[in-house]
């Protein structure tokens, strides 16, 4: 009986989801409200987790709680340690979660709501989360090891080579993607560029609390950093309403490309406690807390869709992104649907902190359907806005030709609308604001404004800029400083005094490598003419899908080996059980192949048609090409101005074609770029196409580089240490657990559990008497173990 209802529940869930798709993709003339999106969402991710997750763990994966993990077998109480399974969820969606599942579905809402809505639920119940999860399994059965040391051992030397220039590929794209989506979104705003500025001395003053006067109280600090944070915003009102201040701070946006470069720069060699670890607290609770608010807000108002399910964009005519929806929906999208990124998470810290198999379902597969949520939010905040406004904010010229291009596309907006917007958000114009930060803000701003009462648009807009390029700033640190660390590993085996992440001299020029890379890319997308966001953001989504297609090139390795070997031979099984022969399936590497499959699909068309395509808004060489047609033109009004003896004619002149150019030279770098992409990802393909051919013919042995198994008694893989709380008082003390594990509290105390263990009473004599001194030690010691590795995803 009790089946018979849980059966009845599923089959509602499934109707209520099919009859969701249906209003989503046939309206009926009437409009579609944001609750249907939500109701599909919901429903996709419940149906996914329940059956497909849980038959490739039981089928493909074979989990067994028996088999220890390596949080059980190599606790140290600091890299490996055993952690309440929710409190791992925590800790990963955190990690995975980024500013890409936002900034990616604003962007792709120009093709309208439907084709990025189907992608980010379909992708990620059979792509991504897939994805994370086998990465995550892979990684639990070796020990922990990162994605290259497995892709090196499953599949060969060469491959893992790959896989560690994707992985700074990637990072130098991502951190000049994002770079430039602040840029976007600071420029010509003094309000913005007060409140975000102000952000840096209150990290910084944080970072001097926790160092001297209130050792390792991050939570205690992270309350007072967010009231700051209010303060900021707040007093950026201020800032704005007063003419001299708000004429100083209105900066462009190749003066603010510098400042971020700056910026980074020192948040790099800076020490982690003084910046970088205050930022990285701060953006943590404000997004887990300003992602909650933003679900809450769009189920108190339940706006109505406003863009149409597919708009005439899908051409490649669209003024946000230039390209046809395949495949330009698919890599502006890289994060929410897929992203390659996360699978250093999944090989990273959370295969080091689980404690049974059998969660890694919730937390691999579980996490990234939750990101995907998060996505769906940000697309439904974008198309809840009024077309005109969105297209107008994402398209570069003047104003009356803009509202006058928009509304002949058939989205009417008007100057005067467009004005009275930007006053009542407190920015001088909302024109030609391109890059999705400026575009979801608004989109935020409007239904927090409508949940409260249509009140304080203006603070709830700058709000959302705040916590947008806080933990996007947060990214571009975290992410320059994980560079630095590969940088060093790699370039110490070429001299090795490069390898001392100690040293000052090393420390500066490796991140001045790594700072110089993005950095180039941004300032030449802050001068791109087309808003650069055209041409870096699917440089990243190109980038980020290499990465996901060489995990799902391991994944597929790895389950075409278990398949293979259950044919000669059952699972391992702990000595008190049977046994358990499964037929080998290798057809079950369909799973993780046909994701594959597509990723090469879209990565390669949109690689191509980057480089080669005959439209100069899409492709690098044919926009270099008509550059260098404008050369003559350009040269012949220069010696007519100097034929006239016109010093600022000349000036100008000289300027345009310096600066025409420079862009020919980007785009020419832009098209090496994709090409190396493309290379990466045939190389990967061919290795693993290989490897694939040489297992199936039996030329090689279906060997799997696993640890060896160690097994658990019965009554301790039976002990949930990861079940759910029982009652309102439970789930306090979870959250309570989750904010001092991500705030680094429950590390700190570990460290200090370890040190007073290991001192045995006299040798730290001097230090416990008076506390500070050891106290202090441990947290510096604690905060460069935390920042070493890779912690924080796009």
């Known amino acids: 009986m009790k089946s018979g209802w849980r059966a009845l529940v599923w089959v509602l869930v499934a109707v209520a989801g099919a009859a969701a798709y249906v209003s989503l993709a046939l309206p009926r003339g009437e409009s579609v409200n944001a609750a249907t999106i939500l109701i599909a969402a919901v429903c996709s991710y419940a149906l996914g987790y329940r059956f497909y997750s849980k038959w490739v763990a039981a089928r493909v994966m074979a989990l067994n709680d028996r088999r220890a993990t390596p949080a059980e077998v190599m606790e140290d109480g600091k890299d490996y340690v055993r952690t309440h399974k929710w409190i791992v969820f925590g800790h990963h969606f955190a990690a995975i979660s980024g500013p890409g599942p936002l900034v990616g579905p604003v962007l792709a809402a120009q093709f309208g709501y439907l084709p990025g809505t189907l992608w980010l639920l379909i992708g990620c119940v059979l792509g991504g989360a897939v994805q994370d999860f086998v990465i995550l399994f892979c990684s639990m059965r070796r020990g922990g090891r990162s994605l290259g040391e497995m892709v090196r051992e499953e599949l060969n030397r060469p491959a893992g080579l790959v896989a560690l220039v994707a992985i700074l590929a990637i990072l130098t794209i991502l951190l000049a ?74 900066l462009s946006g190749e003066t603010l490309a510098w400042a971020i470069i700056g910026y980074g720069l020192l948040a790099s060699v800076l020490p982690v406690w003084l910046l970088l670890a205050p930022r990285d607290y701060l953006s943590t609770f404000m997004k887990l807390g300003t992602i909650v608010l933003l679900a809450l807000g769009i189920l108190v108002v339940l706006p109505d869709l406003k863009l149409p399910p597919v708009t005439s964009f899908v051409d490649g005519t669209g003024p946000v992104v230039a390209g046809k929806l395949f495949p330009f929906c698919f890599i502006t999208i890289a994060c929410g649907a897929i992203s390659g990124f996360h699978s250093l998470i999944s090989s990273g810290t959370t295969p080091k902190l689980i404690t049974r198999e059998s969660y890694a379902r919730p937390v ?44 002949a596309a058939g989205y009417p907006v008007t100057v005067e609308h467009m004005e ?73 085996h070429l001299w090795r005094p490069l390898g001392n992440t100690r040293s000052l001299g090393a420390n500066l020029f490796v991140s001045s490598l790594m700072v110089g890379a993005w950095g180039y890319f941004l300032i030449q997308g802050v001068r791109d003419p087309l808003g650069g966001i055209n041409s870096l953001w699917p440089l990243f989504g190109i980038a980020n899908q290499m990465l996901a297609a060489i995990a799902l090139c391991l994944g597929t390795t790895v389950i075409l080996k278990l398949e293979l070997r259950r044919r000669e031979q059952p699972d391992p099984a702990p000595p008190d059980e049977t046994p358990v022969r499964r037929p080998g399936r290798p057809a079950l590497a369909l799973v993780t192949l046909l994701p594959l499959v597509w990723l090469v699909a879209v990565t390669f068309t949109a690689g191509l048609q980057k480089i080669a395509h005959p439209d100069p808004r899409i492709g690098f060489l044919a926009q270099a090409r008509e550059l260098a047609g404008r050369v003559p033109e350009l040269e012949a009004a220069l010696a007519e101005a100097r034929a006239r003896g016109d010093a600022g004619a000349v000036e100008e002149a000289e300027r345009a074609l310096r600066t025409n150019r420079v862009l020919q030279f980007n785009n020419r770098l832009d098209a090496v770029v994709a090409g190396m992409f493309l290379a990466l990802v045939g190389l990967v393909l061919g290795l693993s196409a290989r490897e694939w051919w040489r297992l199936w013919t039996g030329r090689k042995a279906a060997v799997l580089h696993e640890t060896a198994p160690v097994w658990l008694e019965a009554h301790l893989a039976r002990e949930r240490a990861g079940g759910l709380p029982v009652g309102v008082a439970g789930a306090a003390a979870l959250a309570l657990a989750l904010s001092r594990e991500l705030s680094g509290e429950a590390a700190l105390a570990r460290a200090e559990t370890r040190s007073r263990a290991a001192c045995a009473g006299w040798c730290c004599g001097g230090h416990a008497r008076s506390g ?18 890779v912690r924080r995803c796009c």
């Open 177 to 250: 993607v994002l770079a430039l989506v602040v840029v976007k979104a600071l420029a010509e705003s003094p309000w913005g560029v007060f409140t975000v500025g102000a952000t840096i001395p209150l990290a910084m003053a944080m970072g001097l609390y926790l160092r001297f006067w209130r050792v390792g109280r991050v939570r205690e600090a992270s309350v007072l950093g967010v009231a700051g944070l209010l303060l900021a915003v707040w007093g950026g009102k201020w800032v704005f309403e007063h003419p001299t201040l708000s004429g100083a701070l209105t």
């Open 364 to 407: 691999g597969y579980g996490a990234m359907c939750l990101e995907s949520f998060v996505a769906i939010m940000a697309m439904v905040a974008a198309c809840t806005m009024e077309p005109g406004v969105y297209f107008s904010m994402n398209m570069k010229g003047e104003p009356a030709a803009v509202a006058a291009r928009v509304t």
């Open 420 to 492: 009275e917007l930007a006053q009542s958000v407190g920015e001088h114009t909302l024109f030609g604001r391109t890059g999705g930060a400026a575009t979801l803000a608004v989109g935020m701003a409007q239904i927090f404004s409508h949940a409260v009462g249509r009140r304080w648009l203006d603070l709830w807009y700058h709000f959302a800029i705040m916590f947008e390029a806080l933990f996007i700033l947060t990214t571009i640190d975290a992410g320059t400083r994980v560079a630095r660390y590969i940088l060093h590993d790699f370039l110490g």
């Open 772 to 789: 500070r001194p050891a106290e202090a030690r441990l947290y510096l010691q604690v905060l460069e173990e935390r920042f070493h590795g």
